[in-house]
């Protein structure tokens, strides 16, 4: 039976809002459009950092542009709560590293997984060092993304690294539908693939095929 991951993160922040408090949240984030939503919904409950580290990302201008993006669109949002963003260090050798050998893997195979361990792991690593209370992803809010997956991966983390991940699926409740409307309302740059080298390799693919 299927996880539902909307229905933990309803009881995981019906305890905050009993509970009277703003807990502190690290948001892993790959982009501006799918971190629009996700802040719209969950500044009213937490403290965010937003954490932009994506070492997939290709080239060095595409992971520079989503990041000032980002920094943008955090500074232009009317969120219940200061969100302050911290932009990761940009080595594309530790993409490399994991993806050696899933260089033809099909996008959603296990090159995906192994870049979002890397992705969430570093971030429960920052949160555990700064003394978050959560941390969590941006990356569900995608329909191409697997929510199973990273909430898999992401409760993995949390008993490694002792600092509890939120569960949650951001396209449920029309939450993809939402960051488009925000993206419109934002003039937000919306990317064409997911990140890396591979990703553009496919998107560029399907292009050619729908002339």
Known sequence: MAMNYQLLLDRELERITKDNRSPRLLLHACCAPCSSYV????????????LFYN??????????????????????????????CVVGRYDPAEFAAIAKGHEQDREGGERCTACFRLRLEES?????????????????ISPLKDAERLNRIGGELAESYG??????????????????????EYGLYRQDYCGCAY??????????EQK
């Open 163 to 184: 600092v509890p991940y939120l569960f949650s699926d951001f396209k449920k409740r029309e939450g993809y539908k939402r960051s488009i409307q925000l993206s419109a």
């Open 124 to 140: 429960a690593k920052y949160a555990k060092e700064k003394g978050y209370d959560y941390f969590t992803t941006t990356l569900s």
């Open 39 to 50: 802040l719209e919904y969950l500044s009213r409950y937490f403290e965010i950092t937003v």
């Open 55 to 84: 070492p997939n990302i290709s080239p060095a201008a595409e992971f520079t542009l989503r990041a000032e993006e980002l920094t943008r669109l955090i500074g232009e949002m009317p969120l219940d709560h200061p969100v302050n």
């Open 199 to 208: 990703s553009k390799r496919e998107a560029e693919s399907r292009k050619r």
